[in-house]
């Protein structure tokens, strides 16, 4: 008899799965069964739990940031630093020339790993630099000219002897360096 009662219901089951209503239940059930399953394993595994021991020992931190510096200073180089140092912290340790100009500079300001900076010379009452005559120092001292550009100068210097004109000197050093110290020099 329980038997019988399976084939009669069995026609009207089949009718309610095939309706647009029972196709959204089938749906819903299995979307339902789909994401409770991982609650469901979480609740039956949770016997286990899982502990994170923190070593309470302070990391040593080897790190230093480097900072490279130049111009008006006897040894211009790569620095080391401690992380957050400012940039009155190295100037303390920094051999710095007569004509240093630090005034430009924001003192407290935090140094950052891999800065470069140019300590420039001051300005000896807008003294013209004869370019022929001038030393390593005072050639970097013009504006855009660094150690290279120095070097440069000089070697010209010793295997031609003497710049003698503008022209001579922007195939040397190029037009626009040239422009940038052109009232700042003679020849």
């Not at 994401?35 to 790190?63: T, W």
């Not at 140092?85 to 140094?111: G, R, Y």
């Not at 070697?155 to 037009?175: C, H, M, T, W, Y």
Request: a positive charge.
């Amino acid at each position: 008899m329980a038997y019988i009662d399976v084939v009669k219901l069995m026609p009207k089951c089949y009718f309610l799965i095939m309706t647009r209503e029972g196709k959204s239940i089938i749906f819903w059930l299995i979307t339902i069964i789909c994401f409770s399953f991982p609650f469901i394993f979480y609740l039956v595994n949770n016997n286990d739990n899982i502990v994170v021991k923190l070593d309470q020992k302070p990391l040593k931190n080897n790190y230093n940031i480097t900072v490279h510096v130049s111009g008006a200073l006897d040894s211009p180089g790569i620095y080391k630093l401690k992380p957050g140092a400012k940039l009155h912290q190295l100037i303390e340790h920094l051999n710095l020339s007569e004509n240093a100009d630090l005034s430009t500079f924001n003192l407290a300001k935090t140094l950052r790993d891999g800065q470069k900076i140019k300590i420039n010379y001051k300005n000896q009452s807008f003294q013209q630099i004869n370019i022929n005559l001038a030393s390593h120092q005072d050639l970097m001292s013009l504006p855009g000219i660094g150690t290279a550009y120095a070097k440069k100068i000089k070697a010209f210097r010793e295997l031609n002897g003497v710049i003698k004109s503008i022209d001579q000197l922007e195939k040397l050093i190029g037009k626009s360096k040239v422009a940038k110290i052109k009232s700042k020099i003679i020849l």
